[in-house]
Each structure stands twice: as C-alpha cells, then as structure tokens.
Nanobody, 115 residues
Framework: VQLQASGGGLVQPGGSLRLSCAAS????????IGWFRQAAGEEREGVSC????????WYTESVKGRFTISRDIRKRMVYLQMDGLKPEDTAVYYC?????????WGQGTQVTVSS
C-alpha cells in the first residue's frame, strides 16, 4: 500500500486548504482511509476518516463544521477540505489507511496557519 499526500502549505487564519491523498498498490475492498496530524511536541491524533464500504465519516471534535472529508473510489483518492483554519491546526498531516487491523501511512504534508 502506498499513500501519497499533497496540498499542505502556509495559510492565514480563516483561510482554506485542500489536502489530497492518492492510494495505490492494493486490492482491498474493505478499509477506512483518512487523516491524522501531529503538531510539534504533540502526539499524533486522528482528524477525520471515511469508510470505503459505506462512506460513513468521522471527525475529531475540534474540526467539526470546518473540515470535510471526501473520496473518489474510482481514482482511489481521499480529500480533506479544510476551511476556517486556525493556528492550532498547524501540524504535519498524514494520510492513513486501516484494513484488517493493519495501519498504513503516507508521508506527511505540512500545514502551517499563521499571519
């Protein structure tokens, strides 16, 4: 499984970014894919995920109403639209895929929210 994340950058508070993750190298049909983030000096935390099977979603409380996760099954892409960004959203964001109890990670993409 390969996960390629992109779309990070520097944005002012209140701005928006869209992260993308391209998944490849697998034939899994039942998996959950999403995003974690890790701020400097902090533990990695789950941000959002979406089920490949039924499209159900989950968001951590701090991003509800601001972030939207979506997927394109045919392209094996997952997106994280981040609106209303806050300085506390600054972190390295990692794409993650979970299937049959196994975790797969992509490289991180830096998101910096600063004026």
């Amino acid at each position: 499984v390969q996960l390629q994340a992109s779309g990070g950058g520097l944005v002012q508070p209140g701005g928006s970014l869209r992260l993308s993750c391209a998944a490849s190298g697998f034939t899994l049909d039942d998996y959950t894919i999403g995003w974690f983030r890790q701020a400097a000096g902090e533990e990695r935390e789950g941000v959002s995920c979406i089920s490949r099977v039924d499209g159900s979603t989950w968001y951590t409380e701090s991003v509800k109403g601001r972030f939207t996760i979506s997927r394109d099954i045919r392209k094996r892409m997952v997106y994280l639209q981040m609106d209303g960004l806050k300085p506390e959203d600054t972190a390295v964001y990692y794409c993650n895929l979970i299937s049959a109890g196994r975790n797969y990670w992509g490289q991180g993409t830096q998101v910096t929210v600063s004026s």
